[in-house]
């Protein structure tokens, strides 16, 4: 399973990204980590291919995770975006599991990197 990881970007505190993942499988469930610098890497959302959709409590509200079964692709939506969202993004795939344990996740991509400034 490839997965390819896009839309990073440069932005002020408030705005908007979007970041997509292709998914060479299509059929696993897909998640977003994000790794800022010095800090663990961290979960930040996960959606199942039966589009059941788990959020990090620092996101919820703000950013939206949704997919693209025809396009392979599963798309995070950052809205609202704050200086502490700063991190490299990276997706993973499972065939199943959905959780926050990133050594459970079986696929990664490579990162993307969210710069948000104040």
């Known amino acids: 399973v490839q997965l390819q990881a896009s839309g990073g970007g440069s932005v002020q505190a408030g705005d908007s990204l979007r970041l997509s993942c292709i998914n060479s499988?299509?059929?696993?469930?897909v998640g977003w980590f994000r790794q800022a610098p010095g800090k663990e890497r961290e979960f930040v959302s996960s959606?199942?291919?039966?589009?059941?959709?788990y959020y990090a409590d620092s996101v919820k509200g703000r950013f939206t995770i949704s997919r693209d079964n025809a396009k392979k692709t599963v798309y995070l939506q950052m809205n609202s975006l704050k200086p502490e969202d700063t991190a490299v993004y990276y997706c993973?795939?499972?065939?199943?599991?959905?959780?926050?344990?990133?050594?459970?996740?079986?696929?990664w991509g490579q990162g993307t990197l969210v710069t948000v400034s104040s």
């Open positions: 959606i199942g291919f039966d589009g059941r959709v």
């Open positions: 993973a795939a499972d065939p199943r599991y959905t959780g926050t344990t990133v050594e459970y996740w079986d696929y």
């Open positions: 499988s299509g059929r696993y469930a």
